[in-house]
């Protein structure tokens, strides 16, 4: 089935902040055939966005992000986290994709905004809906070149509130950190096992001999 496949009654927008929430009114067409019943839906337009993870090949790691997530601080009400959770979380570097942007632009800008890298080279590795039971942010994952030698502390755009601590780990400690439970958000989880699974290829890419 495919986007004719729906009909659009009604689309409003209650509400318009910083994101915004749009209202539809909807049905669609059956597995079994025929037209299903009218759905209302709120559903959250929150934009599309890019995380980047920097890789230093060279030095063979990894630079991360720390930062307090406010929505990590809401859901820590829900009782269904331990009482040591931190709603600062350790994540990859992303942002959100401004018009007249590509995805590509907001990776090499973000690196140097959040982490103060500058990223040389770039690989593509995938586009994926984030929440698509009730938003339509997309999210494009790149993988950096970088140089890691010198990166770390605290960056952040000060008039937007950032304070993002920057820290670099071995690559090998940075799945650990995935398999581990030490990072627990689902865009950095999908990006670093990404670079797991497709290491080699991104050595490829690059011109980098493989070790051993």
């Given at each position: 089935?495919?986007?004719?496949?729906?009909?659009?009654?009604?689309?409003?927008?209650?509400?318009?902040?910083?994101f915004?929430?749009?209202?539809?009114?909807?049905?669609?067409?059956?597995?079994a055939?025929g037209?299903?019943?009218?759905?209302?839906?709120?559903?959250?337009?929150r934009?599309?966005?890019?995380?980047?993870?920097?890789?230093?090949?060279?030095a063979?790691?990894v630079?991360?992000?720390?930062?307090?997530?406010?929505?990590a601080f809401?859901?820590?009400?829900?009782?269904?986290?331990?009482?040591?959770?931190?709603?600062?979380?350790?994540?990859?570097v992303?942002?959100i994709i401004?018009?007249?942007e590509?995805?590509?632009d907001?990776?090499?800008?973000?690196?140097?905004?959040?982490a103060g890298c500058?990223?040389?080279d770039?690989?593509?590795a995938l586009?994926?809906l984030?929440?698509?039971?009730?938003?339509?942010?997309?999210?494009?994952?790149?993988?950096?070149?970088?140089?890691?030698?010198?990166?770390?502390?605290?960056?952040g755009?000060?008039?937007?509130?950032?304070?993002?601590?920057?820290?670099?780990?071995?690559?090998?400690?940075?799945f650990?950190?995935?398999?581990d439970?030490?990072?627990?958000?689902?865009?950095?989880?999908?990006?670093?096992n990404?670079?797991?699974?497709?290491?080699?290829e991104?050595?490829?890419?690059?011109g980098?001999a493989?070790?051993?």
């Open positions: 089935m495919t986007t004719d496949d729906v009909e659009v009654i009604e689309k409003t927008t209650p509400f318009q902040g910083y915004r929430i749009d209202r539809y009114r909807l049905r669609h067409r059956q597995h055939g037209m299903g019943a009218e759905q209302t839906r709120e559903i959250f337009e934009g599309h966005a890019v995380t980047l993870v920097p890789y230093d090949p060279v063979d790691r630079v991360l992000i720390e930062q307090f997530r406010p929505g809401a859901a820590r009400q829900s009782g269904w986290f331990a009482d040591d959770f931190s709603p600062w979380l350790i994540e990859t992303a942002g401004d018009p007249g590509s995805p590509a907001v990776a090499i800008r973000e690196a140097v905004e959040e500058e990223v040389t770039l690989v593509q586009h994926y984030a929440t698509p039971g009730g938003s339509t942010e997309s999210m494009f994952v790149y993988i950096g070149r970088i140089d890691s030698s010198g990166v770390g502390g605290v960056h755009l000060a008039d937007e509130g950032e304070d993002i601590r920057v820290f670099t780990v071995p690559t090998a400690e940075a650990a950190m995935v398999d439970g030490r990072i627990i958000n689902a865009m950095t989880l999908i990006a670093i990404w670079l797991r699974s497709h290491l080699d991104v050595h490829r890419q690059w980098i493989p070790s051993g």
